[in-house]
């Protein structure tokens, strides 16, 4: 069994940056793909970005050359890196792992409780 706990989240304003952080425990890091959603209020909750175990992004298209995914398998831990940052970004952002790279939500098996992020005009 997999935990995951976010962090990192916080009010900003438009054009600032912020990083989360995920961390997890319980499982061999280095064995899964993790990913990052987020989920607005009223919408579904949504793929942003995607990390293979041994590394290399995937990212959605409305998050595309502002965030940047990485990880750190020495530290059980993968960050979101988010420049940029408008108002439509304001959500709950969540980290997921799962054994294979997958841009939805039924391809991870683990999920963090969420890290809120708002983003002010």
């Known amino acids: 069994q997999v935990q995951l706990v976010e962090s990192g989240g916080g009010l900003v304003q438009a054009g600032d940056s912020l990083r989360l952080s995920c961390v997890a425990s319980g499982g061999t890091f280095s064995m899964y793909a993790m990913g990052w959603f987020r989920q607005a209020p009223g919408k579904e909750r949504e793929y942003v970005a995607a990390?293979?175990?041994?590394?290399?992004?995937t990212y959605a298209d409305s998050v595309k050359g502002r965030f940047t995914i990485s990880r750190d398998n020495a530290k059980n831990t993968v960050y979101l890196q988010m420049s940029t940052l408008k108002p439509e970004d304001t959500a709950v952002y969540y980290c997921?792992?799962?054994?294979?790279?997958?841009?939805?939500?039924?391809?991870?098996?683990?999920w963090g409780q969420g890290t809120q992020v708002t983003v002010s005009s």
């Open positions: 990390i293979r175990n041994t590394g290399g992004g």
């Open positions: 997921a792992a799962g054994l294979v790279l997958s841009t939805t939500r039924r391809g991870y098996n683990y």
